[in-house]
């Protein structure tokens, strides 16, 4: 196997293991291993909606911008 090949594996499974899934009503919320400034796991929600699948952080990112001036 080759070294891309392989760092790629592995960076597949990391984040598997890594990121937790949990359901909220109709949504799903998204933990990721990924830090915000904060030091704080970015979260996204995902729902299915009339056939398309809807993706959000709520607004977060905008709004943790719009206050850090």
Known sequence: MSTANDLIIRYYDWL?????WREINDWVEITTPYLDRHN???QIYLKRQDGEWVLTDDGYTLSDLAQSG
């Open 16 to 20: 598997k293991a890594k990121t937790n």
């Open 40 to 42: 704080d796991c970015i």
